[in-house]
């Protein structure tokens, strides 16, 4: 079993929209949470970590349900810029392993 | 304070040449990992490194692929005698070893064999 699942879409929609993404992580001891952003041939760069009572930051919003395993991340009024890919992560509590999901494509059409 | 810095950028080997991948971890950093990804696919893990150790490698295959993390001098991923299936971006990341920190990512190294 994985330790990251993702949904990996593609999502296409449309600027201004609202978008999540839902991502499960398997093992109970994963202490630290965080998005990253991929773009096309680029290498990912942190979006947001993700704390238990959950945050926001702009238009973004992360969420993390620990008694589920799940972790969301909601993208509200969609812009052009924001067609990427969207990595869940975890890290353990022991160790600093990262364990990345295989990401979710995201097109925002014009 | 420089980022993670990886080089070469691109690199081009034929089949059955070596490759050597390097990566210094942005300063303060103690820990290196190396992902690689295929085209059209996710990032998959390789091989977590500490100064002078290997901590994980149980994303690295069995033959022809090594890892190091010396005292002195960056991370080096070593490919002996490649084939075509090498070919894809290899990614190097670095944290420190607090609790709750993120990976910085470098740039990558993209391995083309021919």
């Known amino acids: 079993r994985k330790e990251v699942e993702q949904d990996p879409g593609p999502f296409n929609v449309p600027e201004g929209a609202t978008v999540a993404f839902n991502c499960t992580y398997s093992n109970s001891a994963s202490q630290s949470f965080f998005w990253y952003r991929q773009d096309c041939r680029k290498e990912p760069k942190l979006l947001m970590s993700?704390?238990?009572s959950g945050n926001e930051d702009g238009r973004f919003t992360a969420q993390l349900n620990r008694a589920s395993q799940y972790i969301s991340l909601l993208i509200r009024d969609s812009k052009l810029s924001d067609s990427a890919t969207y990595l869940c992560?975890?890290?353990?509590?022991?160790?600093?392993?990262?364990?990345f999901g295989t990401g979710t494509s995201l097109t925002v059409i014009p | 304070n420089a980022g993670v810095m990886q080089n070469p950028r691109h690199l081009v080997r034929r089949r059955g040449q070596e490759a050597r991948l390097r990566c210094s971890p942005m300063?303060?950093?103690?820990?290196v990992y190396w992902y690689r990804q295929l085209p059209e696919e996710g990032l998959k893990f390789m091989v977590y490194l500490q100064k002078e150790n290997i901590i994980d490698e149980s994303g690295m295959p069995k033959e022809r692929f090594s890892a190091e993390f010396p005292k002195e001098g960056p991370s080096i991923l070593r490919i002996q005698q490649v084939v075509r299936g090498d070919s894809a971006a290899y990614f190097c990341?670095?944290?420190?070893?607090?609790?709750?920190?993120?990976?910085?990512f470098g740039q990558g190294t993209r391995l083309t064999v021919v």
């Open positions: 993700v704390y238990s």
């Open positions: 990341a670095s944290s420190t070893q607090s609790r709750d920190t993120e990976a910085f």
């Open positions: 300063k303060g950093h103690s820990h």
């Open positions: 992560v975890v890290s353990l509590r022991t160790g600093n392993q990262f364990y």
